[in-house]
DNA sequence: TTAGGGTTAG
């Protein structure tokens, strides 16, 4: 492959190509079987663009990943980076790691790479202490460190670093946009929602929608929906503010903007993009408009997990378990050959789903397909929903047993909504001997949340133990635990 | 030549 071929792939990328995908993949086949044979294919200027149009096509990634590794220790940092980015995108952590690792230069391109690795996966804990390595090795920090750094922060509510950045971002004289606009998301998602209205106030922000829609999702997390409404009435509507405006009207159960918005999305032409229509089903469903929801999901061109569990999840809510279980099924059949599964929150909706209309056999398929199908491994919430799931059918045998397994297995999974639910099952199947045993787990987890407190209580005076009861009302209210207004499941 | 700000399901 000569020098330059980077432009030619660049080219199968440009927009006029990418109707055309059967044959961009047959052109990035080739340009891969070449470089298989030739070392020099992996030059700086034709591999990036490869790497980046593989993002599209996850059928060559296997190829290229034996091929990348194979050279992994020689190549030139922007292939090294391209291919630390694609492996990140893909969840192959540790594949990204040995890359960025092997590197024997590093610019802060790489760095940032790495950080957005860590994001993705969740991991911000290990993308602040990779922070940290790049502020003690003295690497330059860009735009995007800080934005990645401001990410990881508000991920793990780390107020007191995230201000230090602030104030390191107003000492270096960066008032970027991508900086401001992850200052805002930093403050809003540690609740300091003025002082994300500061940021935006120092900002001169006129033409950037980004900007503008990072202060009306800042409202919309802390629940300030009115100031959401008029900053997106005085914001030029765009794709993302209209989804915002959705999520605005989910959150407050208000459709009567969410249809104007509706008809704004029509008028746009923005009802060709999913995470918008998505929004759309939601929203109707949240303010109890199931047949509007449904129609919204059934116009929705390329539907993904989100619209298939959003659907799931508004049938379930409103009872119709058995119209979510059909649901998930149809998923199931209709989406498999596009690559299409469902994941962890379609689980936990088809739980609920079943568990609320009295669906054992589908719910307890379901809970076992996660794995043995799906390889996705249950989480505490899926394993406390099952229990919740058994135990309302008085199935409390194979509740028990599987709580056995969770506190032999792994104490990790035994969180105190997996007692909860267990206790749930007790209480409501009588069995009192085994309620004892789960109180103490529960009281032995720590647990400060007052509705657990009152489950408990309840529990011993259904069990005739009074002073018991009694006790725990009195360390509740030692304790200063209030149980909240409205909070009345477990009572 | 590689990274990088705003949006959707629990």
Request: charged share 20%; with cysteine; hydrophobic share 40%.
């Amino acid at each position: 492959m000569k020098k330059g071929s980077g432009s030619a792939v660049s080219r199968l990328l440009s927009p006029s190509s990418l109707s055309h995908g059967a044959q961009q993949l047959e052109s990035l086949r080739l340009f891969l079987s070449r470089a298989q044979r030739r070392r020099a294919a992996l030059s700086a200027d034709a591999f990036p663009p490869f790497l980046a149009a593989c993002r599209s096509f996850p059928s060559l990634a296997s190829q290229t990943h034996a091929l990348a590794l194979k050279y992994a220790a020689d190549l030139h940092p922007a292939t090294a980076t391209a291919l630390l980015d694609l492996y990140g995108r893909r969840g192959l952590l540790r594949d990204a790691l040995r890359v960025f690792d092997e590197m024997p230069l590093r610019d802060p391109i790489a760095w940032n790479a790495l950080l957005s690795c860590f994001l993705r996966q969740g991991l911000a804990a290990d993308a602040l202490s990779t922070f940290r390595r790049m502020t003690e090795d003295g690497v330059a920090f860009t735009g995007a460190t800080l934005s990645a750094a401001l990410k990881a922060c508000a991920s793990l509510r780390a107020v007191r670093l995230g201000k230090q950045i602030h104030a390191r971002a107003i000492r270096e004289g960066d008032d970027s946009l991508i900086t401001s606009t992850s200052l805002i998301d930093f403050y809003s998602a540690c609740g300091l929602i003025q002082n994300a209205f500061d940021v935006f106030a120092g900002v001169d922000c006129d033409k950037d929608a980004a900007i503008h829609n990072s202060l009306i999702s800042a409202c919309v997390k802390n629940r300030r929906f009115e100031e959401a409404f008029s900053i997106l009435g005085s914001a030029t509507p765009n794709a993302v503010a209209l989804t915002c405006a959705f999520s605005v009207c989910s959150r407050s159960s208000n459709p009567h903007y969410g249809k104007q918005a509706h008809c704004a999305a029509i008028r746009h032409g923005f009802d060709s993009d999913t995470t918008l229509c998505n929004a759309i089903v939601d929203m109707y469903a949240k303010c109890g408009e199931l047949s509007s929801a449904r129609l919204a999901f059934e116009r929705i061109h390329r539907k993904n997990v989100v619209s298939w569990t959003s659907i799931i999840e508004a049938y379930g809510s409103h009872g119709h378990g058995v119209e979510a279980w059909n649901l998930f099924k149809k998923m199931e059949e209709e989406e498999s050959s596009n690559g299409l599964s469902p994941n962890a929150v379609t689980f936990l909706s088809v739980l609920s789903a079943c568990g609320h209309s009295g669906l054992v056999d589908e719910g307890r398929e379901s809970f076992f397909a996660m794995r043995n199908k799906y390889g996705i491994d249950p989480g505490p919430e899926h394993c406390s929903s099952f229990i919740d799931l058994l135990g309302r059918a008085g199935r409390i045998e194979e509740a028990w047993h599987l709580y056995g397994e969770l506190s032999r297995r792994s104490s990790k999974k035994l969180t105190s909504a997996v007692c909860v639910a267990m206790l749930n099952a007790c209480r409501a199947n009588m069995d009192l001997a085994r309620g004892e045993q789960v109180a103490e787990h529960l009281l032995e987890l720590g647990d400060s949340n007052p509705a657990s407190y009152i489950l408990l209580s309840n529990f011993y005076a259904a069990a005739g133990k009074w002073e018991r009861a009694e006790s725990l009302r009195r360390a509740m209210r030692n304790r200063q635990l209030k149980k909240e207004v409205g909070n009345s499941q477990f009572v």
